[in-house]
């Protein structure tokens, strides 16, 4: 068992044609993430359609890829043009862009480098040790827990990333909405359908991600045509071991809360790095410059942070078969295409397939390391890439990524449907990220909930009654709860009062 | 989560339209299976929906406490919400959707590559046909050859 661990974990190492392409998707990915406007959620949307015919290998090669890449590219256009590539890349630029504005650009992508990849081997190995636990707990899990668990994952990416909760929760529930539309999966009765054949197998969600993360940022980005990146002189990267061994626990503090924060269902990297940094500006008592103008600590944290969220995000993907932030969730959808389903089960009947994800990640990380401390000038000239060509380049690759899933035309209609309301909804302060979970975790939810209500024979107070009456339920139950009291005005109220009765007690 | 942004025009008007499609989505899914039992296959989108106008009532009340946007009416929305670029580039997918299949994916992107660009840059149709050959060619090279896609072709080609 030992010895074929080892084979699987090492299979994307040994076979040349994976490691192309892991170093392929690793490479892609760092100017994906680096460049703005395109997204590593956008670029793994695309890639799905692309890869659907491939070995299920070969995919997450690509795929496992162009998210660590991506998530570490984001960095280098946040230092060096104080725009933040990639949402999880917004914690550092602030301190990032006044490092470059010193002359030490090189210094700060180095160690930027460095420290995302400490950051991400400690997700992975987080991932090697915790899902083989929490995936023979979760076998002990009812469908009652999965429900919970799918509305946590609804609540905390609503209440974190969006304007408000509300706005959040309302795009969750719309996408469990666009999840519904179809076929019943417990009694094959049509609900939503109209009376169209074609809305029989549901909307094809392939094509609302590529809507809403194609088409929609696409759009979006048309308001920022004009907007001229500042240039950076660039010069030596490689970080000294001085310099990185000084960060050490700082960067293993900020893993820890990267693997947590990416492990909980729904939310990522973006998240985890903007907590990473609030850490480390409330931990640092002595940062090597003030937090805003070029501390080092303020790069480091939010990069380990959103590199080891990555790890971390696998963990509820592969042992739950929730997604852990909006990449695994349309990485769920690759794995429904190519017939398998995540899940606890997937542990027991596809070992191969988690010891070559941990393998995979692995590899990616150590390609993200030789990759972002070389090639630094070709770089720089790629990513000021003017958006009057990009914008129109990513429209085309969605179209053609829509159109290659099923060689249907009306999936492009779809895609842009979902395109332009996707636009709308980003301008009016609704984020997307919560509408595919919703589309991935929504079927899920409704058997879920079906069967939790079906094993007590549709008894409503027993429903009631068992939400509470398993240990483990009731932390779920109580969770819930405390997330949606976090979000009224009274706890907001009571925390001012509870601050305020602290402070005259201390005197 | 973030600082208080002004209103932009039509985000109220958006928020309706919202609460009316779910509103719409919630009488659809009561008619799924009614309320014959509590694990029917109607229930689970009738709680979707239920949440989805919940919440867009608590966003309707939460935008009151926003500042009103500077402009207002349709001319406001219009420049700040719909520039016309926006309303071209969406012209211009939904030319580009309609004539895949008639002129064949290479004529279609060709020229959907080339019209943009110039319209994006302003100008310049050289450097707009010249960037637009290339990217296509990369394209077709990566996606047809590489990836094996099956590109709609014209017939007449």
Not at chain 1, 107 to 121: D, E, N, P
Not at chain 1, 271 to 296: E, T
Not at chain 2, 2 to 18: D, K, Y
Not at chain 2, 147 to 152: A, D, G, H, K, Y
């Amino acid at each position: 068992m030992e010895g074929s661990t080892l084979s699987y974990f090492l299979m994307s190492w040994l076979d040349p044609s994976l490691l192309a392409l892991t170093a392929a998707g690793t490479l892609a990915g760092v100017y994906i993430g680096a460049i703005p406007g395109l997204s590593v959620t956008m670029a793994v949307s695309i890639l799905i359609s692309f890869t659907f015919a491939w070995d299920v290998n070969d995919a997450l090669a690509l795929m496992g890829g162009v998210f660590c890449g991506g998530v570490y590219g984001g960095s280098r256009t946040a230092i060096l043009l104080n725009i933040p590539g990639a949402p999880s890349a917004i914690a550092t630029a602030i301190d990032g862009f006044p490092l470059a504005q010193r002359g030490e650009a090189g210094r700060a992508i180095g160690v930027s480098t460095v420290m995302s990849v400490i950051g991400g081997i400690t997700g992975v190995i987080a991932l090697a040790l915790a899902a083989p636990a929490i995936s023979e707990f979760a076998l002990m899990f009812a469908p009652r827990d999965y429900l919970l668990l799918a509305i946590i994952g609804i609540l905390l990416v609503g209440a974190l990333s969006g304007e408000s909760l509300a706005k959040g929760v309302f795009a969750g529930a719309l996408g469990v909405l666009i999840g519904m539309v179809g076929l019943d999966p417990m009694t094959a009765e049509g609900r939503f359908t109209f009376g169209q054949v074609s809305l029989l197998g549901g909307i094809p969600y392939v094509a609302a991600m590529i809507g809403f993360f194609g088409v929609a940022e696409a759009l979006v980005q048309l308001h920022h045509l004009h907007a001229t990146p500042v240039r950076q002189k660039v010069d030596r990267i490689v970080p000294g071991w001085d310099v990185v061994k000084k960060y050490i626990p700082l960067s293993i503090r900020s893993s820890v809360i990267g693997v947590v924060v990416g492990a909980l269902p729904g939310t990522g990297g973006d998240i985890a790095a903007l907590m990473a940094y609030d850490h480390a500006k409330r931990s640092v008592k002595k940062p090597s410059r003030p937090f805003g103008q070029g501390a080092y600590e303020g790069l480091v944290a939010p990069e380990t942070a959103n590199n080891a969220a990555i790890g971390g995000a696998y963990i509820p993907m592969l042992t739950l078969g929730l997604p852990g932030d909006a990449v695994t969730a349309v990485i769920i959808g690759a794995l429904f295409i190519h017939g398998l389903k995540p899940g606890p089960m997937l542990m027991i009947e596809t070992p191969h397939l988690f010891w070559f994800t941990v393998g995979n990640l692995t590899l990616a990380n150590i390609f993200t390391l030789i990759f972002g401390l070389t090639g630094i000038r070709v770089f720089a000239k790629m990513v000021e890439c003017p958006r009057s060509i990009l914008i129109p380049l990513i429209i085309v690759l969605s179209v053609v990524g829509t159109y290659a899933i099923q060689n249907s035309v009306i999936d492009i209609y779809w895609m842009l449907a979902f395109g332009v309301l996707g636009y709308f909804m980003k301008m009016y302060g609704y984020q997307v990220g919560p509408v595919i979970l919703g589309v991935i975790l929504g079927p899920l939810m409704d058997v879920s909930y079906r069967r939790a209500m079906l094993s007590v024979r549709d008894d409503p107070v027993m429903f009631a009654w068992e939400m509470v009456a398993n240990p483990l339920t009731l932390v779920l139950t109580l969770s819930v709860i405390l997330l949606l009291a976090s979000q009224t005005p009274a706890w907001a109220t009571a925390r001012t009062r509870l601050g305020r009765w602290r402070e005259t007690a201390r005197r | 989560m973030t600082e208080a942004r002004p209103r932009l025009p039509g985000e109220r008007a958006f928020s309706l339209v919202l609460l009316a499609f779910s509103l719409f989505v919630l009488y659809q899914a009561y008619r799924i299976s009614g309320f014959s039992s509590v694990s029917s296959p109607g229930v689970f989108p009738m709680l979707a929906a239920l949440v989805m106008v919940g919440s867009l009532v608590v966003t309707l009340l939460q935008e009151r406490k926003l500042p009103t946007p500077s402009g207002s009416g349709p001319m406001a929305f219009y420049r700040r919400v719909t520039p016309p670029v926006l309303l071209i580039m969406v012209a211009l997918i939904v030319a580009l959707m309609l004539m895949m299949e008639p002129a064949g994916f290479v004529v279609a992107a060709g020229g959907f590559l080339f019209a943009s660009i110039l319209i994006l840059q302003g100008g310049r149709p050289v450097r707009a046909a010249v960037i637009s050959a290339g990217a296509l060619a990369a394209i077709y090279a990566v996606f047809r050859l590489v990836f094996q896609v099956v590109l709609p072709e014209a017939e007449w080609l």
